[in-house]
């Protein structure tokens, strides 16, 4: 099974490899009233890519701290009643 996992994460790297080679002219970001400097497409998606995780990450953190607060109040509750 370790053999399937590596072999999906060669063809993974190798794909995320050959998008990167393929894709490095420069793109020019204007924010408002910034200009950013010229940076390459793939690192641009790459960086778009990790915001979306971390942003990600952190809702299912505030996700499961509410979902243990609700259940940890219920218990409580439960525990009064009885």
Known sequence: MRF?????????????GTFAYQNNEGIQL???TYKLPTIPVSLLIGGAYVLGMLSG???????????HEITTHADRQQVRQV
């Open 4 to 16: 399937i996992y590596f072999l999906i994460l060669l063809i993974l790297l190798a794909a995320v």
């Open 30 to 32: 204007d924010f408002l």
């Open 57 to 67: 990450w952190t809702v299912v953190g505030f996700l499961r701290k509410s979902l």
